[in-house]
């Protein structure tokens, strides 16, 4: 399994941007849970919102009424939409997928990570 994180850069506060994290080399996405995880400098990675495969849906608080996760079964993709970033947002963020279930500890496979900065 392959995942690939990608739209991740800069974005002034209370601006928005969209994570993609596509999977390849997988059979049967759709029985995968998925989630997204980030790791800001010098704090252990968490996980911030993951979507099972019956689409039931995790938010950490800390991101919970800004972000949303979706998937897309037909393109193996998994999306984070991200609105009102604020500045505690920057990170590296991580996409995730195991099966059945994901845990908020970890996942089975990993994706490379892509930054996302939040500045003025």
């Known amino acids: 399994v392959q995942l690939q994180a990608s739209g991740g850069g800069l974005v002034q506060p209370r601006g928005s941007l969209r994570l993609s994290c596509v999977a390849n080399?997988?059979?049967?996405?759709?029985?995968?849970?998925v989630g997204w995880f980030r790791q800001a400098p010098g704090k252990e990675r968490e996980a911030i919102s993951c979507?099972?495969?019956?689409?039931?849906?995790y938010y950490s608080d800390s991101v919970k009424s800004r972000f949303t996760i979706s998937r897309d079964n037909t393109k193996n993709t998994l999306y984070l939409q991200m609105n009102n970033v604020r500045p505690e947002d920057t990170a590296i963020y991580y996409c995730?997928?195991?099966?059945?279930?994901?845990?908020?500890?970890?996942?089975?496979?990993w994706g490379q990570g892509t930054l996302v900065t939040v500045s003025s």
């Open positions: 995730g997928a195991d099966r059945p279930n994901i845990a908020t500890t970890g996942a089975r496979y």
């Open positions: 080399r997988i059979q049967d996405y759709d029985y995968y849970a």
């Open positions: 979507i099972s495969n019956s689409d039931a849906t």
